[in-house]
């Protein structure tokens, strides 16, 4: 690939599975770093769910990593990975407090070893506390940080569209590793860095918590900010849709009359100041909802632009990925066997981190991580008794068209 990465030469030894580890751990590998995930030898991560890197799931939160099928279950196992921890710059592991511990591989039994890895430690509810032990998902975290209300009606709870909890709980773990990182490199010393599925939803429901504040205590709903942020998502005569975010500012909603054909509505004495539509907001959005629904979407575009009101169109996912600035960005690696991976949010001197296009089988780069510490005669030692255990790569014709 011929790019230099800032974690060029980082290795990470990921113990997770499903979401939130591993992605933290794929952001990574788009940064440069080495990443051996580490997989039981029956089935592997379980996010694989009986299909392998046949699931577009897995590819995204597993490309271009390395992976090693061992058996925590097994002394020999364990004695294995804690031989490989000179290795490693970072662990990660994404299980319930406690397991890693159970096992010999907890923060203490690492630093033991290597006290210069950055430990990453992401649980359900953290390490304590009346939650610490329960089981926590993707929606838990949602439901459990207050999402689900913030985002829905008050008495009409819903589910939301994507696995938001976990997702952001990987780029807040991720954060976290990249600051050890940092004061490793001033201290010279690793880090216990622990983080939660609950913690992480806190950094995106902050407004809404500071906004119950401000409202006297009353409990934020969907509705709640759109006063504020003035707002509007409106349906287009065409089907499609559009948003609009005009925030406080004179200028937008002066433009906004404009573009409506409506000029007299910036003298409407409900609507003269920012303070003035902040208490009419609900009386207002009527009048802007009729006036989109009589064009459609690429008319109002059209307009929006003409007298620069700030909106953007409600795009559908697939949209989104073929969307010109999409494309202008570089957000999606080219597609390829009917898969675009999604790169990392960053450039770097103008260029998107790429990263390897594969995903790993379980247990393909076993022997050449077990070599690293280990003579040939010990693995096929351990690969006889079912304490590691590898599957053979992708075939080239695969390999080469992916």
Excluded at 246 to 257: D, G, M, P, V
Aim: aromatic share 8%; charged share 25%; proline share 6%.
């Amino acid at each position: 690939m011929g790019q230099t990465k800032p974690l060029t030469g980082i290795r990470v030894l990921e113990l997770g599975a499903y979401i939130s580890g591993p992605y933290a751990a794929a952001i990574l590998v788009s940064l440069g770093a080495e990443v051996v995930k580490v997989e039981p030898p029956r089935g592997g991560d379980p996010f694989r769910r009986g299909v392998g890197t046949e699931s577009p799931y897995f590819v995204q939160y597993n490309a271009g990593k390395k992976s090693m099928a061992v058996n925590l279950k097994s002394p020999d196992g364990i004695a294995l990975i804690k031989s490989l921890l000179p290795e490693f710059d970072v662990v990660i592991e994404n299980s319930r407090p406690g397991k890693m511990a159970a096992l010999g591989l907890g923060v203490e039994d690492i630093h033991a070893v290597n006290p210069n890895i950055v430990y990453s430690s992401v649980s359900g509810f953290g390490d304590g506390g009346p939650w610490r032990d329960r089981a926590a998902y993707d929606s838990i975290g949602q439901s459990m940080g207050a999402f689900y209300s913030i985002m829905n009606d008050a008495e009409d709870a819903r589910l939301s569209g994507t696995c938001i909890g976990d997702l952001i709980t990987a780029i807040t773990a991720c954060m976290g590793i990249l600051a050890g990182l940092v004061g490793r490199g001033t201290t010279g010393q690793g880090s216990d860095i622990r983080t939660s599925l609950l913690e992480a939803m806190s950094t995106i429901t902050i407004d809404a918590v500071t906004q119950m504040y401000e409202d006297g205590g009353r409990t934020p709903t969907r509705e709640s900010r759109h006063p504020q942020a003035q707002n509007f998502c409106l349906q287009t005569s065409d089907g499609g849709a559009i948003t609009l975010h005009l925030s406080s500012s004179q200028k937008f909603w002066e433009a906004l009359t404009r573009a409506l054909g409506r000029p007299e509505l910036a003298e409407d004495p409900r609507f003269l100041t920012y303070q003035d539509r902040l208490t009419h907001y609900f009386e207002l959005r009527p009048i802007v909802e009729a006036e989109f629904a009589r064009r459609d979407r690429s008319e109002w575009e059209r307009l929006l632009i003409e007298y620069d009101v700030p909106f953007a169109p409600v795009l559908t996912a697939a949209e989104l990925v073929r969307h010109p600035q999409t494309d202008w960005l570089q957000m999606m690696e080219p597609e390829r066997d009917g898969l675009a991976l999604v790169r990392a949010p960053w450039r770097f001197s103008g260029e998107r981190p790429e990263r390897d296009f594969i995903a790993p089988q379980i247990g393909e780069h076993t022997r050449e991580i077990a070599g690293r510490v280990l003579d040939a005669a010990e693995i096929d030692r351990l690969f006889g008794e079912g304490v590691l255990a590898e599957t053979e790569a992708k075939s080239p014709a695969i390999a080469a068209s992916a």
